[in-house]
């Protein structure tokens, strides 16, 4: 008994530290890119890729209560956005899908889905960051 | 509906609550010490309930007498009179007020006023708008559910509107159970601020007074907090064009307890911005374009007319997931920044409408996509249907129609039915593919239905439609091979 409520002790410690604290995320960016590569481009190499700051307070106030959204497989991705994170001292790639309300973590592998009363205006959110972020720059091409 | 509606008297805890608060009884009754009954005779206690019974008895009786003579429907005959008077003669003067809304009169509640029957209703906003608060941590909250109009008579007759916003502090967003806590911004219909009342955590309500009329706190005991609403807000007309705004709520030190502490004006409302140590507190307005909830307002521009003046197109765009093939999916690869779970996203690409409809220097579009509302899976395939804005997403080739506008009007009817709750979005059998390709079916256009499979699965899918789109010469189709970016289609046209 008692090393059961050690291990189970220890695994929920354990679980603990490698939650990811999305709240404590910053200098987010979204980048013009919304191909197929999405997932396939090089975190080392996206800086060759035009991007633009996301409003922090936003994303923030967004993704602080996401939560890792258990799936036995993986989700149907119908295309979405690129962006990163300073998370840790370190520059995160995540995938923020254009519908559903989650995105995808590169470093853990794990989705995140936003509370449902999100959803909605977070789809309406990235659509607006890239608009505004790349419409001006683009339609001048 | 030519009788009027009476409100059947039916008494709650609840209504004890903000029938007390309405008429001021809890402030009136408000007692230096808290009564201790357990200290108290048992004989003086049995008097002191009876009394209170009597006294709840007879004020409650009061209030459904009141409310049950008025005719709901005539109030808010009244109230909607007042409300147009109002709009045609004035502006408004904050953005708030300047949001497209409905009034839902359908939920509309019959409330007392002093003296007075007054009718309460929930405001909705046409776009989704939604509010952050620095002094309610980080959460976001829809303005639809923090604002109410408040419709009465006041002592002298007068017709009144106030619109009463409320926004919660932290402690009430964490458990709204609790008897509200934050700041209400009463206004008039135009944004003209009435009143602003802070709910402090410890039961009183403190009217805003500006600081000159009020008394210098000593400078140790108060630290003030300044509030201010401020936030970004896109307008529908110019979406490129977000701007700016903000509102002063007041200081701390201008909030007093002027010992009226009545909650008599919505009750019903939520209201807001909690004091709690906040610094400088804000608001942000965020935008809600995207994601379509109301389908009618979102086509509304479009007009079914006679005559060959008016054309009207439909493309069928395809995002296929590995373009130029018939792949009905693809991984989304190894995870290049580290992941080792297998566990990355099948992308299945998409497929979604663009819609036109072009009269002389007219030309209006729409972008149309059917999505789960949650996320979907191969083993989890069903979720409620929604429709968002595709104007962002990408697509390698398309397929253009031009249909008369009765074939147009067939495409958007069934198009409409994609939000209604328990229409489905399913993988397998109704993805965006297949709500496309039965889409324009309604306009008699027959698209070939080339069923892809994948693992747990099969259906219909962007890789094989956008293949079929290519190889096959359909009648009246205009192809496009090169597709279009991410801004290249945007939609057009705004009408009121």
């Known amino acids: ?141 | 509906m030519g009788a009027k509606q009476m409100i059947a008297p039916r008494f709650t805890l609840s209504d004890l609550y903000h029938f007390l608060m309405q008429t001021n009884i809890l402030t009136s009754f408000r007692l230096k010490k808290p009564l201790n009954l357990s200290k108290m005779t048992p004989r003086l206690n049995h008097f002191l309930l009876i009394i209170v019974f009597l006294l709840l008895s007879s004020t409650s009786c009061k209030k459904h007498s009141a409310i049950a003579l008025i005719d709901k429907t005539e109030l808010i005959r009244e109230a909607q009179k007042v409300i147009d008077s109002i709009s045609t003669a004035g502006h408004p003067v904050n953005e708030r007020a300047a949001q497209p809304k409905t009034i839902r009169w359908d939920l509309a509640q019959l409330v007392q006023i002093g003296h007075s029957v007054g009718i309460s209703a929930p405001i909705i906003f046409d776009n989704a708008i939604l509010m952050k608060a620095s002094f309610t941590g980080n959460y976001l909250f829809h303005l639809n559910y923090l604002t109410r109009l408040l419709f009465y008579k006041d002592t002298a007759g007068n017709n009144t509107i106030l619109v009463i916003t409320a926004f919660p502090d932290s402690s009430y967003f964490n458990d709204p159970t609790r008897p509200f806590t934050g700041i209400k911004f009463v206004e008039d219909w135009l944004g003209h601020p009435i009143q602003k009342l802070l709910y402090t955590p410890d039961g009183h309500i403190k009217r805003y007074i500006p600081t000159t009329a009020t008394k210098q706190p000593d400078a140790i005991e108060v630290i003030e907090t300044c509030y201010e609403i401020t936030g970004y807000n896109y307008s529908p007309d110019l979406p490129d064009e977000p701007y700016y705004w903000s509102e002063p709520a007041g200081c701390s030190t201008a909030y007093i307890d002027d010992g009226s502490g009545d909650g008599a004006i919505g009750t019903n409302g939520s209201s807001g911005g909690g004091a709690a140590g906040a610094g400088t507190a804000s608001v942000t307005v965020l935008p809600g374009n995207s994601v379509i909830k109301n389908i009618a307002q979102y086509f509304q521009c479009f007009t079914n007319v006679g005559g060959s003046d008016h054309t009207y197109t439909v493309s069928v765009c395809v995002d296929q997931p590995d373009p130029g093939t018939r792949t009905p999916w693809t991984t989304s690869g190894d995870g290049s920044s580290g992941s080792s779970s297998g566990n990355n996203p099948i992308d299945a690409g998409h497929t979604f409408l663009l819609l036109t409809e072009t009269y002389g220097n007219t030309t209006i579009t729409r972008n149309v996509g059917f999505y789960p509302l949650g996320g979907v899976s191969p083993l989890s395939t069903t979720s409620q249907g929604c429709l968002n804005d595709d104007e962002t997403h990408i697509y390698n080739i398309s397929g253009s129609f031009t249909v008369n506008g009765a074939q147009f009007f067939n495409i958007l009817n069934f198009v409409s039915q994609g939000n209604t709750p328990g229409y489905l979005y399913n993988l397998n059998t109704n993805n965006c593919t297949t709500f496309v390709i039965n889409a324009v079916a309604q306009a008699g256009i027959n698209l070939p239905r080339t069923v892809g499979t994948w693992p747990d699965g099969a259906g219909d899918d962007p890789g094989d439609l956008g293949e079929d789109l290519r190889e096959n010469n359909i009648s009246g189709m205009v192809v496009n091979l090169n597709g279009g970016s991410g801004i290249s289609h945007p939609n057009v046209g705004q009408c009121n």
């Open chain 1, 1 to 141: 008994m008692k090393s059961i409520i050690i291990s189970f002790l220890l695994s929920s410690a354990l679980m603990a530290s490698c939650q990811v604290h999305w709240d404590q995320a910053s200098n987010w960016m979204i980048y013009s890119y919304q191909g197929h590569r999405l997932f396939r481009i090089p975190i080392d190499s996206l800086m060759s890729y035009d991007h633009q700051p996301m409003n922090q307070d936003s994303m923030t106030a967004f993704v602080n209560s996401a939560k890792v959204f258990e799936s036995k497989t993986p989700l149907i991705w119908m295309g979405g956005y690129l962006a990163t994170c300073r998370l840790g001292g370190a520059i995160r790639k995540v995938e923020l899908s254009v519908y559903g309300g989650y995105f995808y973590d590169e470093k853990t592998g794990e989705y995140y889905k936003l509370s449902a009363e999100k959803t909605d205006a977070w789809i309406s959110f990235l659509q607006d960051s890239y608009t505004t972020a790349f419409k001006t720059k683009e339609s001048k091409n």
